[in-house]
């Protein structure tokens, strides 16, 4: 009976295999090598004409399937030297913020709007927006809420501008995935974000209900128009324990 099921098997397998592209065929080979230690980090990768030759393929399929290794972050290309397996770097591994990936459930979550006005820009807003002290800006504050408990704060300093709608958009914003969206760039092109640990002050800790001093993730963002010139700046102070930096190295 296992005989006659693996029979059936097999040509399912070489039917699936026969319509991979050719190009995704040497990017999990290649992957599954370095994978397995077969290409070392740091070490050179066979040449384009004998990974050519070994699947049959042209060059112009080849640098597509090595362009998407590079993409991955597993291979990177070395002008005049050839093509090596990328070591793995922790310091340039791209770490990914979980709780600000969409995994809260819009019925669990509240967005709630602690403070809207306007103000005139002291020095460090102005600096941060490349404004004169005394330039009309827009704060907001916002506190995100799950299952009822205070876990995010939200200050926000938004270049005054009658032109544009932004104020009125921003103060409708009730969903955590909308206020993520406009924070994440969706209405600016370009932008900086860092994220950095600290002791929440007497005022911050008050709002999230934590006591002074008690350790949060800063998440700073400068968000930029299209010629390149800022247009918002704030943070968002998450408290430690309901989030966590991950990252994967090496071939997944």
Not at 52 to 58: A, L, P, Q, R
Request: aromatic share 6%; net charge neutral.
């Amino acid at each position: 009976m296992a005989s006659e099921r693996t029979r059936q098997m097999k040509p399912a397998a070489e039917h699936a295999r026969a319509f991979t592209p050719a190009y995704r065929h040497i990017v999990d080979t290649v992957s599954d090598r370095i994978a397995c230690g077969l290409y070392e980090p740091g070490s050179r990768l066979p040449s384009e004409s004998k990974f050519c030759t070994e699947f049959g393929v042209s060059p112009m399929t080849l640098r597509r399937a090595l362009a998407i290794l590079a993409e991955k972050g597993l291979i990177t290309t070395e002008k005049g030297r050839g093509t090596f397996v990328r070591p793995v770097d922790l310091g340039t591994s791209p770490f990914r913020l979980e709780g600000l990936d969409g995994g809260w459930p819009a019925e669990s979550t509240e967005v709630r709007l602690l403070a809207a006005s306007t103000a005139r820009a002291d020095g460090r807003v102005a600096c941060r927006l490349a404004l004169d002290e005394g330039d009309r800006v827009v704060c907001l504050k916002r506190l995100i809420l799950k299952n009822g408990e205070p876990a995010m704060y939200h200050v926000e300093y938004v270049v005054f501008d009658a032109r544009r709608p932004l104020v009125e958009s921003q103060l409708q914003l009730t969903p955590l995935q909308g206020l993520l969206e406009t924070a994440g760039g969706h209405r600016f092109p370009r932008g900086r974000v860092t994220l950095r640990a600290l002791s929440l002050s007497p005022e911050d800790a008050k709002v999230l209900e934590e006591p002074g001093g008690a350790p949060a993730l800063c998440l700073e963002h400068v968000f930029e128009d299209t010629d390149r010139r800022p247009v918002s700046w704030g943070w968002f102070l998450l408290r430690a324990h309901l989030f966590q930096l991950r990252a994967h190295l090496g071939p997944e």
